[in-house]
């Protein structure tokens, strides 16, 4: 991508870089304070007024002293301005409280995987999740997410569902305008891709096939609509390499789901696939490739989140490059015969279809 080919900045701005980067955490977790306090959103609505530390200490019971702190380091990071003694937001505060993106990715940071990150060292090396162990002793993630605290499992469906949700009314008319009627969704998760696509069409039957924790999820959402007689559930683990995908369906459909995987990982689901699928048998993935972004900002919150998997989901996936995923895609005898850039916040939809008798 264009955005990474050339240095475009000054050694001094560079220097001013490196020291964001060497005080991240601090200027993260007071945003996160300043935020969950309603400091910020005090200020906010104090207009061009604004409010003293002292009018701040009186309105919220926090020591003069923690104001203090908090705002000065907020002076320094650009959260807020000051004149007279009176505090004022600034651009990045609106976006700190009312971006949703913004909300979604700094709670995820905070309560899915900030302390994971410091076994980030032992997870490269070892190549597996060593965070993880900040919850519980599971081998990824995916097997505790059930059992996981409420707050940690709020902050990581919302992650999940705020970058594939908005895409679905795009993609549910692409996904079903050839006559596709029976689909198997892999890795259905809470189910919502399932609803989505009942409700668009009577005419659709979908299968789920995940994890029990996540298929009892997926159950008492699909049943509190009314929707249990039009979905299958079938319990399947992917890695599990005895687990054979069934076949009879028209389309396999995966979101966010691959990801979750190593390459070597990848390309042996996705022989399954081609396995269960007759010749016009089809693949729809739905994926966010950092490389496939319109804007810099979009390619850098993948960049980052790839890390969660290195140390707290399962210590061998990421956020992949298109360049890398493709890879897996023709190993594992698949072309790519459609591919829509763009939809949502981040997600490319691929249409991948057999090559007939590949050499696998």
């Not at 009018?55 to 000065?72: A, F, P």
């Not at 992917?238 to 390459?263: N, V």
């Not at 042996?268 to 010749?279: F, Q, R, S, V």
């Amino acid at each position: 991508m264009e955005f990474f080919q050339k240095e475009t900045i000054t050694a001094f701005e560079a220097k001013d870089i490196a020291q964001w980067i060497s005080f991240g955490p601090v200027i993260f977790q007071t945003a996160r304070v300043l935020r969950n306090s309603g400091i910020l959103q005090m200020i906010e609505d104090s207009g061009k007024i604004g409010l003293t530390i002292d009018e701040i200490h009186r309105q919220t019971n926090i020591s003069v002293y923690g104001v203090r702190v908090l705002l000065e380091s907020a002076l320094g990071t650009g959260l807020v301005l000051v004149n007279n003694e009176r505090f004022t937001i600034t651009k990045v505060s609106y976006f700190i409280l009312h971006d949703e993106l913004t909300k979604v990715n700094m709670d995820f940071v905070q309560d899915v995987y900030y302390k994971g990150l410091f076994s980030l060292d032992k997870s490269i090396e070892s190549g597996k999740p060593e965070g993880l162990k900040e919850f519980g002793e599971w081998n990824t993630v995916y097997e505790a997410l059930s059992q996981l605290p409420e707050q940690v499992q709020k902050s990581w469906f919302n992650f999940d569902h705020f970058f594939s949700d908005d895409a679905f009314p795009f993609v549910l008319p692409m996904v079903y305008k050839n006559g596709i009627k029976k689909l198997l969704d892999i890795g259905g998760n809470t189910g919502k891709w399932a609803i989505a696509s009942a409700q668009f069409s009577n005419e659709i039957k979908i299968s789920i096939l995940d994890l029990p924790g996540q298929l009892n999820v997926a159950k008492k959402n699909i049943a509190e609509l009314g929707l249990s007689e039009r979905i299958n559930f079938l319990e399947g683990n992917m890695l599990d390499k005895l687990q054979k995908i069934p076949t009879g369906f028209d389309a396999i459909w995966m979101s966010q789901f691959l990801d979750c995987f190593s390459e070597k990982q990848i390309v042996d689901i996705l022989k399954k696939c081609y396995d269960a699928l007759d010749e016009n048998g089809v693949v729809f993935i739905l994926e966010p490739f950092w490389d496939r972004q319109k804007f810099k900002t979009a390619a850098f919150c993948l960049q980052q989140t790839s890390l969660y998997f290195t140390c707290v989901a399962n210590g061998n996936s990421q956020m992949y490059s298109f360049a890398t995923f493709s890879k897996c895609i023709s190993a594992a005898g698949f072309i790519v015969e459609e591919q829509q850039d763009g939809i949502g916040v981040s997600q490319t939809l691929l249409k991948c279809t057999k090559i007939l008798n590949p050499k696998l």
